[in-house]
């Protein structure tokens, strides 16, 4: 059988026009799936979405199928659907989600059913104004940490199993609020985090994403919101598989051993990248330490090492896309 390979840089409109047998390298693959590769690389490392072969040098092929596949995960994943909860399903199950109809009954009627806490007044007023009724309305991400904190303080219990959905409406979105709506979902045990955001960088959301959260940029009706809602009443709770300071993508031993190889070109990108992502891990872990040791500064090494983890995952994003495209060995 004759395997056949395409370029990363060969502009392909869809996959009718390639023959059964083609074989896709991950960049064409992502294109045409309408995903970053950055993504396709976190949903093979977390959820095994597709089993592409590699070849002898390490480079996975990509078949027709398995595009077909990744397109339709992304375009459930755009509908609400968390990454978790549809990565082991099979294609014709994924075709059927996709062409479900939607229901006809009011997406609000679902809400009801689900308990509901809303960080964001302008959330909370979008949701209403359908007839939903969220449990809790906090004006900003302050607010319910302060509350929280209030109620630990006073030695209320957190309950056992916490709302359905957290959502979290943020007019911006950044690294250190993606943390902190990570923490608060954490702490309130949220089955479900659904962060709503205005403007914002591409990354953050996809990490945001990577780590099972539903995400969804405005503009955002009252309507989408309850459908969203009405779709996590449908389903099974997502996890949201929130990162940890454990969950580095390269130890160690690989930056060191990445910092150390040729480039195919002239730069010195991979040893700049693995220099920083060491940096900032370790910078994390010193946080830690900090925050045990301290008290009195605790609240301001937890601050510190939650940014430092949010860009240490940027820059080990940007470091798999430098390893992907020089094909460097990890």
């Not at 339709?72 to 755009?78: A, T």
């Not at 709503?196 to 945001?208: K, N």
């Not at 060491?278 to 872990?285: D, N, P, R, S």
Request: with cysteine; aromatic share 4%.
């Amino acid at each position: 059988m004759t395997v056949m390979s395409i370029d990363d840089d060969t502009q392909v409109l869809d996959t009718s026009r390639l023959p059964a047998n083609a074989r896709l390298r991950s960049g064409t693959a992502a294109r045409l799936a309408g995903l970053p590769v950055t993504t396709l690389r976190v949903w093979e490392r977390r959820y095994g979405v597709v089993a592409a072969p590699k070849t002898p040098t390490g480079q996975r092929l990509y078949s027709t199928l398995d595009v077909q596949r990744l397109a339709l995960l992304k375009q459930l994943s755009d509908r609400g659907h968390a990454i978790g909860t549809i990565a082991s399903l099979g294609l014709p199950e994924l075709q059927g989600l996709a062409e479900a109809a939607p229901a006809r009954s009011t997406a609000a009627a679902a809400v009801p059913g689900l308990h509901v806490v809303v960080v964001g007044r302008s959330a909370a007023q979008k949701l209403q104004a359908v007839g939903a009724r969220p449990r809790d309305i906090y004006d900003d991400l302050a607010h319910a940490e302060a509350d929280l904190a209030a109620r630990l303080a006073a030695g209320t219990a957190t309950p056992a199993s916490g709302p359905d959905v957290l959502l979290v409406h943020l007019p911006s979105l950044h690294p250190a609020l993606a943390e902190r709506a990570l923490s608060l979902a954490k702490q309130l045990r949220a089955a479900t985090l659904l962060v709503l955001y205005a403007f914002g960088a591409e990354a953050v959301a996809e990490s945001l994403r990577a780590a099972g959260t539903i995400v969804r940029r405005e503009p955002c009706t009252g309507r989408d919101l309850a459908r969203l809602l009405a779709t996590v009443a449908r389903g099974p709770a997502p996890s949201l598989g929130l990162p940890t300071a454990s969950l580095r993508r390269y130890t160690d031993e690989q930056l060191a051993s990445l910092a150390e190889q040729p480039s195919n070109v002239l730069c010195e990108c991979p040893r700049h990248l693995a220099e920083i992502v060491t940096q900032l891990a370790h910078f994390e872990q010193y946080s830690a330490e900090c925050d045990s040791r301290s008290p009195a500064d605790s609240a301001l090494h937890r601050h510190l090492g939650s940014l430092a983890g949010a860009a240490r995952a940027m820059f080990e994003q940007a470091l798999d896309r430098v390893v992907t495209e020089e094909g460097l060995q990890v």
